[in-house]
């Protein structure tokens, strides 16, 4: 059984650009979640995505924004890039169900290390 | 929101348990307590979790305060393998619009 995927793994942008990161979900699990993890910070959540909806957002600002389409797979995008958004981005799936909660297991992929320069 | 509060690092030897504490004196009654732990340079992984009652899994337990301001993971025999940074999270269920609170996470060095 696939895990997580998420692409690309690394990448270098400037301060003022774009980036879109993708990540595949196992197959059936219909929950996608994002989290940024940086040294100072640690984990934080950024959102999670069921069914292509929005259900729940991190306190970040607008620049942080995702999608999901109908397979499931999602990407999130960060405009006008800032020194400080370089962390590892980090996607994690989960069944059907009511959410996190009542399943018990996030499956988190290996990450997509940005480096905004 | 409710928060976690876990000591930056522990040290264990090989073969020996490992007890991992957690403090949420802020947790609600839907709040679930998960563990996961990351080595290095890969995501997280899921450990274990519980809502009220202590667990057991093939990885660790989760005993659970009785007034569950607190948590503790254990693993009972500590390995090379399980150095890595473990988080405590707290997971609201509270209907569609859960939340997350991570804690700042504990290293754990083995010693062999």
């Known amino acids: 059984k696939a895990g997580v995927t998420q692409t690309p793994r690394y990448l270098i942008k400037t301060r003022g650009q774009q980036v879109t990161l993708s990540c595949s979900p196992i197959?059936?699990?219909?929950?996608v979640s994002w989290y940024q993890q940086t040294p100072g910070q640690g984990l934080q959540f950024l959102f999670e995505?069921?069914?292509?909806?929005?259900?729940n957002k991190g306190n970040f600002p607008g620049r942080f924004s995702g999608r999901q389409f109908s397979n499931s797979r999602s990407e999130m995008n960060v405009s006008t890039l800032e020194l400080g958004d370089s962390a590892l981005y980090l996607c994690a799936s989960s069944r059907v169900g009511d959410g996190l909660a009542n399943t018990g297991e996030l499956f988190f992929g290996e990450g997509s290390r940005l480096t905004v320069l | 929101d409710a928060k976690t509060t876990q000591p930056n690092s522990m040290e264990s030897n090989e073969e020996e348990p490992v007890h991992l504490p957690c403090n949420h004196s802020?947790?609600?009654?839907?709040?679930?307590i998960h563990w996961y732990r990351q080595l290095p340079s890969q995501g997280p992984e899921y450990v274990i979790h519980?809502?009220?009652s202590n667990v057991n899994n093939r990885m660790a337990s989760l005993a659970i305060a009785e007034d569950r301001k607190s948590s503790t993971l254990i693993l009972h025999r500590a390995t090379l393998r399980d150095a890595a940074v473990y988080y405590c999270?707290?997971?609201?269920?509270?209907?569609?619009?859960?939340?997350?609170?991570f804690g700042k996470g504990t290293l754990l060095t083995v010693n062999p």
């Open positions: 802020t947790i609600s009654g839907t709040d679930y």
């Open positions: 197959s059936g699990h219909r929950s």
């Open positions: 999270i707290l997971l609201n269920s509270g209907g569609s619009n859960y939340k997350l609170t």
């Open positions: 519980g809502l009220t």
């Open positions: 995505y069921f069914s292509e909806t929005q259900r």
